[in-house]
């Protein structure tokens, strides 16, 4: 039986390829799922490989362009550093969050593969979505050259990397290798100050020459702030008859309602004379606005308060590795655990977005462990002796105060 020449076998390998490049064009988040597998069209050897298409030795199959999303179809001609940030400050990530994220971008994209002409940051950010999508495909061995710079980070450190990149690899669609494998992190146990500590720290602060050092180490202690809430907090968001303090912008560009105590209100009382003489040096709206002002008149930043926590522990006799503006968020969280305050409220006051983050505060320490212990045996109502050879009353007792942070 005769064929027609028109309906020979590498006519209809080429009839097979183009319609899978069709449809590839409609479902290119499917195919782009596919791993690289050989295919039989027209007698001919050919590959598909993710991101790229059919590859066969025929210069007619040869220099297949990728597909990106169709959700990314519009933007296929712009900049893709620019759409990329864009998209990271629609879905509310932090300031902090963004500037991660774009660093860790940047050394992912300039890494050079063998063979290729070296770009600056300059030029790389300025390519088009379609031209980086093609750069970033991890098949082409980038995203493995990449992690070999990476060293011997911390597991923090590591993870936070691998998530900005994965992000951008998402954001791509492309799909993050299995192979990549976020290093599970050291479970440690939140850092907080002993009672004897607290005390020195307090009078350290009480007596430093450095007017920000009472208010600032009062507020972290009665609020619970984090560092960057605590530097953006401005003067109109302290209501000191109400005794709250409205954090906008907070983690994740929450914002929530921070309570606090009358000794923030005397600290900051006796601070708001000489914010308002540092207001005057530089004038400009932001500083005039800021409750917290430098010397120079402009607003406090999370390391200029970190440098201060340094001169603290030195005076308080306090290792600086036990120290951290952080450190007293963990303090003001186990307070009020040890006070009976319940998981759902210590979630509101610390802005956590799940109460598993929260539920860390009950893996509590030894010597914490050590404090309540000593504190239940000396209060009055365990004091009094049980009946000759019957310990099972105080025991009980202590079980009941201990079992709240099992």
Known sequence: MAFCPAYSNLNIGLLIQRSI????????DVLGDWDARPLAVGGEHMTYREGYGIESPSTILSNQNPTIPLRLQRLSTLPWYDCWVQQLRVEKKSKHTIRAYTLSARTFSTISLPGEQEYSWQDISKISVTEFYKRANPDRGRMDSWMNTLGEL????????????????????HVVPDWI?????????????GRSELSRLREASGK???????????????????????????????DLDDKSALVIGGKGEKDRTVLFTDATVRAVESWLPIRKSRARLTGTDDNERALLLSSRGRRMNPRSVQKLIDRLADASDIPRSRLSPHTLRHTFATGLLERGADLVTIQRLLGHSSIAT???????????????????????????????GDAEPVVDQLEEIVSKFD
């Open 181 to 193: 494998q976020r290093p599970s992190k050291r479970k440690s146990l939140p850092r907080t100050l």
């Open 154 to 173: 911390s597991p923090s450190s590591l993870n936070a990397r691998i998530a900005a990149v994965s992000h951008l690899l998402k954001w791509l669609g």
């Open 358 to 388: 929260t539920r860390v505060y009950l893996e509590i320490g030894d010597q914490t462990l050590r404090e309540i212990y000593h504190r239940a045996q000396n209060s009055p109502h365990l004091s009094k002796h049980p009946p000759s």
């Open 21 to 28: 490049q069709y449809l590839g064009s409609l479902l290119g």
């Open 208 to 238: 430093s020459e450095d007017p920000l050092a009472f208010p600032i180490v009062t507020i972290l202690l009665d609020t619970g702030l984090r560092v960057s809430e605590l530097c953006g907090l401005d003067i109109e968001d302290m």
